[in-house]
């Protein structure tokens, strides 16, 4: 029996995991984003679903970030 299910990785780089993204608010708190970085290859990303099932390729919107 063969699965259909896709493994939850990057599309990019492979790696398994994923870190949401803070910022401080115009008050001063502290709070989330809501973006995302994964933890390879450091895309920045708005949806974890495109991030695993996008195509293997960049968009325009999103941003690779250097280590």
Do not use: K, N, V
Not at 2 to 13: A, E, F, M
Not at 41 to 57: K, L, T
């Amino acid at each position: 029996m063969s699965s259909t299910h896709r493994p939850y990785r990057c599309r990019l780089c492979g790696a398994a995991s994923y870190q949401r993204l803070l910022h401080r608010g115009p008050d001063g708190a502290m709070g989330y984003s809501g973006t995302y970085r994964c933890s390879g290859c450091a895309i920045d990303f708005a949806d974890p679903i495109e991030w695993r099932d996008a195509p293997a390729e960049p968009e325009p919107g999103l941003t690779a970030l250097s280590h």
